[in-house]
């Protein structure tokens, strides 16, 4: 006896959920290319001042704090706890009708 | 300029400070009033000890010597803490599911809690911590010369060595006093969060002091303070890009794997939702606590003397503008970020050593002396006082090995090149750790060759050079070992060239990855680690069980009994109370189900790790058996069929459950059908007796006409004490009547409990066979409003009880008295044999005995104490695994009348109701 298969599609809710996570794991490496963009700034052989690389440095760390506090109020603490692997639904109730 | 002295006192009243806020914070969460304690700001704030001494002073020095690299440090930790969704969620919830109390429990428990691994990742951790440990005692002592002046250093303090030393001693007395004066169930500190998280704010505070003194103070404002930045020593930006990259890749896998983080990360987690905040608040906190490093730095080349150690900018600037004040605020921030540094990574290096080396060891041994020693009540020490002093030792240990390394590399390098080489130790954790959590073909092989190569290497390659020629000799520093050219610490393999931070982390950690990956995809994991690692990887799939226990073979008591010694009586009755409950069982003992084993295997682990709790377990079990079900769990990979499994196990649970209690009814029923045929006819001969001697004398009266006075007189005297037995027998039989039928009404008075007991022992030892009677008179000095005289009766029979059965050479009774959550609890211990498990459950049913040759009476006296307790609001229990028969009385310090029409609660053993035999 198999259990009947998980429906394609998510209902709009979940589908934002999954978003948010995906944007949740996609913001380090997004900071990881930023972060390694200063390694470029000498690249045209003129060293760019101390001053414009620590305010790009901070100005980087702002936003990825700011979208880590963003991503946190969107995501839902109740269906935080994924008991499934993210490509099926989470329950019956987010199946379309 | 300040005093020794004046410093001095500062430090003590600030660790005293700390101190009365873990002691408050300790004492609102026994009381159940500590919900703010575990809030996700807590959480965030005892991150911070990320931030050691190396942030507060180092950070400067680091920025002044190299530029904008320092930021590196505090870049990849930020990357870890946004990027939580990927890691961070998964290993809090492996950590919380599976009771995991340190990184090496953590490795350990995913390979087949091997206990090789643990000890392995012990000692380098141990090993990579010292040079950690070195810079915190390094940089509180250069804060004392700094301030109070090289010259003014006064005995005891006299030179740079004797100011570490005795920073040293103080770190370890505070932990000591800190970290380890209880041991706790789960190895969580309440006290020493909320004291670290004061620690982060003071310390926080003091540097955006400072940087706000330089920058608004100083310079003049932000625009200024940039146009110094471009003008200063430090020039242009131009990063390596190699150390860049490896540095804050070795600072990210620092983040997670140092035992000090991995303590608070992790094993502190009180709620996995504190992470979503933590995600974005803790990197908030350290740039922050970056922000101002290289305004200090570049001001402090500025204006500070020329030689001067970079690394006390922090300190000095203030000092040489005469802001005495802001300078010990700074000193303040610097002592606070050591200590709590080293408070945290001692704590979480203790246990390891004393989970993973101290108690396998001891257990060894005790293994070799006596066979299942654990399993024998009263079998040597208590296991937890072993444990707190093996903590205690290893705190001491550790902070001596600190300074074993202060003294050996001179105590002269910068701050963060010391830091730098603990990281690069600990990050050899990530490879296993990372493979543990996300690979399912991971083996504890190849985790122990990967670890093994990478610890070789980082010896060789980073911390022997460390200490410059004084281990390694100049010519294998030159030359390599052997002479080999290719073996050179600094350019293994003839790649020279690289910076030597960056060569040690790629070939530690590249030899490290490759040897794990190579030897795991070539060995064969053992079921068990096939287990946890499918419990490891899958953790949000399925958190069940790990591995089978083959139950019915152990010995429930046996395993109390072992149980009582770690996690303490209490803890471990209630917890044997609750199985026993959930499996809808009475008392203390719960059948020993897998998933009944399996809590109490998982209870113990967060005492003393996964691989010990398996092997003390194993010990009382007999031998861990990993069932068909288990295997068919790991064959079985699909998704679908483990939660269609999971379904039908719960519906199997519950009916389990339920015949449980089915059988556990029927038992009872069947025996009290035994019982009445034997009470019938016991109680036929007991009237019997008298009766046919009543009739035959009375008989011999009537008939024989010609008797004498005297022959008279003493046939009526049998008759008439042969009334009187009948006459006693049937009020007691009334008395039980009365109380089962709750018609008696109490006689509530106000009474010490230690009278009551004077009284009952005075009464039950006037004319019984000698015992003797161990009791603490103080403990017992509680008062009482309950019917007393019931209560001496419920004594006398216990005390008698003891007298009657109590078969050892030397009878001897323990009355130990406790009061838990407003209820006495009486508990009388002997040192007999105690009552057989099977029939524990029957004692207190009515015409039960224990041994039909040594009763004097029909087996009524424990059925009505039973009625007496359960009238006074209380209970009366056998207490299993006390190494002797032991009764465990309760009753509330004050009772309820609940009137003489409501029944107590009855047990099935009133199904029939019969009438009763007086009390012997």
């Known amino acids: 006896m198999r259990p009947p298969a998980p429906p394609l599609f998510l209902e709009r809710r979940s589908y934002r959920q999954r978003r948010v996570r995906d944007a949740a794991r996609l913001l380090p490496l997004l900071g990881v290319v930023l972060w390694l963009m200063p390694l470029m700034f000498a690249a045209d052989g003129d060293p760019a001042p101390t001053s414009r690389a620590m305010i790009y440095i901070f100005g980087v760390w702002l936003g990825l704090i700011a979208a880590a506090a963003a991503l946190t109020l969107g995501l839902d603490p109740a269906t935080d706890d994924s008991a499934q692997p993210a490509d099926t639904p989470e329950t019956t109730a987010d199946r379309p009708d | 300029m300040a005093t020794m002295n004046i410093l001095v006192a500062v430090c003590l009243a600030y660790v005293a400070l700390l101190f009365g806020v873990a002691f408050l914070?300790?004492?609102?969460?026994?009381?159940?009033?500590?919900?703010?304690?575990?809030?996700?700001?807590?959480?965030?704030?005892?991150?911070?000890?990320?931030?050691?001494?190396?942030?507060?002073?180092?950070a400067v020095g680091y920025a002044a010597r190299s530029g904008l690299e320092y930021l590196t440090i505090y870049l990849g930790p930020t990357l870890v803490m946004v990027g939580w969704w990927w890691g961070l969620r998964k290993l809090v919830r492996i950590g919380r599911t599976q009771r995991i109390t340190s990184v090496a429990d953590l490795i350990s428990s995913r390979y087949g809690k091997s206990g090789a691994l643990a000890v392995v990742v012990t000692l380098l951790a141990i090993l990579g911590s010292t040079p950690y440990i070195a810079l915190q005692l390094q940089s509180v002592t250069l804060s004392f010369a700094a301030?109070?002046?090289?010259?003014?250093?006064?005995?005891?303090?006299?030179?740079?060595?004797?100011?570490?030393?005795?920073?040293?001693?103080?770190?370890?007395?505070?932990?000591?006093?800190?970290?380890?004066?209880?041991?706790?169930?789960?190895?969580?500190?309440?006290?020493?969060?909320?004291?670290?998280?004061?620690?982060?704010?003071?310390?926080?505070?003091?540097?955006?002091?400072?940087?706000?003194?330089?920058?608004w103070g100083l310079a003049g404002g932000v625009p200024q303070m940039l146009a110094r930045i471009d003008a200063s020593a430090l020039t242009a930006f131009q990063p390596d890009g190699g150390r860049w990259v490896a540095l804050t890749f070795v600072s990210a896998a620092a983040f997670l794997t140092l035992p000090?983080?991995?303590?608070?990360?992790?094993?502190?987690?009180?709620?996995?939702?504190?992470?979503?905040?933590?995600?974005?608040?803790?990197?908030?906190?350290?740039?922050?606590?970056?922000?101002?490093?290289?305004?200090?730095?570049?001001?402090?080349?500025?204006?500070?003397?020329?030689?001067?150690?970079?690394?006390?900018?922090?300190?000095?600037?203030?000092?040489?503008?005469?802001?005495?004040?802001?300078?010990?605020?700074s000193f303040i921030g610097g002592f606070s970020s050591a200590t709590s540094m080293v408070i945290v990574a001692s704590i979480a290096l203790s246990t390891m050593v004393s989970n993973h080396i101290v108690v396998p060891l001891w257990l060894w041994l005790r293994g070799d002396q006596e066979q299942g020693a654990l399993g024998a009540p009263g079998a040597g020490g208590d296991l937890r006082q072993l444990v707190l002093l093996a903590r205690r030792l290893s705190i001491a240990g550790v902070l001596a090995l600190g300074y074993l390394y202060f003294r050996l590399s001179g105590g002269g390098a910068a701050l963060a090149a010391i830091g730098l080489i603990s990281f690069v130790a600990v990050a050899q954790f990530l490879p296993a750790l990372l493979g543990g959590i996300f690979w399912r073909g991971a083996t504890r092989t190849g985790a122990l060759t990967g670890l093994c190569a990478g610890f070789v290497i980082w010896l060789y390659c980073l911390l022997l050079p460390s200490f410059g020629a004084g281990i390694l000799p100049q010519a294998v520093l030159e030359n390599g070992l052997f002479g080999l050219t290719w073996l050179r610490p600094e350019a293994l393999f003839g790649i020279a060239g690289l910076d030597p931070l960056v060569h040690a982390i790629l070939w530690s950690l590249g030899l490290n990855t490759l040897g794990f990956v190579i030897v795991s995809l070539a060995s064969f994991p053992t079921p068990l680690e096939r287990l946890q690692g499918a419990q490891f990887v899958n953790v949000f799939q399925h958190s069940q069980t790990a591995q089978g226990w083959s139950g019915g073979l152990a010995q429930t008591e046996d395993l109390m009994v072992m149980a009582q010694r770690i996690l303490g009586p209490a803890s471990a009755q209630d917890f044997f109370q609750a199985e026993a409950a959930r499996q809808g069982l009475k008392g203390y003992l719960p059948e020993p189900t897998p998933e009944f084993l399996q809590r109490l295997e998982r209870e113990l682990a967060g005492s003393m790790g996964a691989a010990t709790a398996h092997t003390m377990v194993a010990q009382s079990m007999g031998r861990a058996m990993v069932s068909v079900d288990d295997l068919m769990r790991v064959a079985d990979e699909t998704q679908q069929m483990i939660e269609y499994q999971g379904q039908l196990e719960v519906k199997s649970t519950e009916l389990a459950r339920t015949a449980r209690q089915l059988r556990a009814a029927n038992e009872s029923l069947t025996q009290i059908s035994v019982q009445k045929d034997a009470f019938l006819s016991q109680i036929s001969h007991e009237l019997r007796t008298p009766m046919t001697s009543i009739r035959a004398f009375s008989e011999i009266l009537r008939d024989s006409g010609g008797m004498d006075e005297a022959a008279r007189q003493k046939y009526a005297g049998i008759i008439h004490s042969e009334a009187i037995r009948l006459t006693r027998l049937l009020d007691d039989l009334l008395d039980l009547s009365v109380l089962e039928n709750g018609q008696?009404?109490?006689?509530?008075?106000?009474?010490?409990?230690?009278?009551?007991?004077?009284?009952?022992?005075?009464?039950?030892?006037?004319?019984?066979?000698?015992?003797?009677?161990?009791?603490?008179?103080?403990?017992?000095?509680?008062?009482?409003?309950?019917?007393?005289?019931?209560?001496?009766?419920?004594?006398?029979?216990?005390?008698?009880?003891?007298?009657?059965?109590?078969?050892?050479?030397?009878?001897?009774?323990?009355?130990?008295v406790s009061v838990r959550r407003g209820r006495a609890i009486i508990d009388f211990v002997d040192n007999g044999k105690g009552v057989p498990r099977a029939q524990q459950e029957m004692i207190f049913q009515k015409f039960a005995r224990v041994s039909d040759m040594k009763a004097g009476g029909a087996g009524l006296g424990l059925a009505i104490c039973r009625e007496i307790m359960a009238r006074l609001g209380g209970t009366i229990a056998y207490l299993p695994g006390q190494g002797g028969g032991a009764f465990r009385v309760t009753l509330p310090l004050r009772a309820a009348d609940t009137g003489p029409d409501r029944r107590p609660d009855r047990g099935p053993d009133h199904a029939v109701d019969l009438p009763a035999e007086p009390l012997v």
Request: proline share 5%; glycine share 6%.
């Open chain 2, 25 to 58: 914070a300790e004492r609102a969460a026994r009381n159940g009033r500590g919900g703010w304690l575990s809030s996700p700001v807590v959480y965030t704030l005892s991150l911070s000890i990320y931030c050691t001494a190396w942030t507060f002073y180092g």
């Open chain 2, 147 to 215: 301030f109070a002046g090289e010259d003014s250093l006064t005995p005891p303090f006299g030179d740079r060595n004797a100011t570490a030393f005795w920073v040293a001693v103080g770190l370890a007395l505070f932990t000591i006093l800190f970290g380890t004066r209880n041991l706790d169930v789960n190895e969580r500190h309440p006290g020493v969060v909320i004291a670290i998280a004061l620690e982060a704010v003071v310390k926080l505070c003091a540097l955006l002091a400072v940087g706000v003194f330089v920058v």
């Open chain 2, 260 to 329: 000090r983080m991995f303590q608070v990360l992790v094993v502190e987690n009180a709620d996995e939702r504190h992470l979503r905040t933590a995600s974005w608040a803790f990197p908030a906190y350290l740039m922050a606590m970056s922000l101002f490093v290289v305004p200090i730095a570049v001001t402090g080349l500025e204006l500070m003397p020329a030689g001067s150690n970079p690394d006390l900018f922090v300190l000095t600037l203030p000092l040489s503008q005469g802001r005495e004040g802001l300078a010990m605020l």
């Open chain 2, 744 to 816: 008696v009404s109490l006689n509530l008075r106000e009474g010490r409990l230690s009278d009551v007991i004077d009284q009952a022992i005075a009464a039950a030892t006037a004319a019984g066979t000698p015992l003797a009677i161990r009791r603490n008179p103080l403990a017992a000095a509680i008062t009482l409003c309950t019917d007393l005289d019931r209560l001496v009766q419920v004594f006398i029979n216990l005390i008698a009880n003891a007298q009657k059965y109590c078969d050892a050479p030397r009878p001897e009774l323990t009355i130990a």
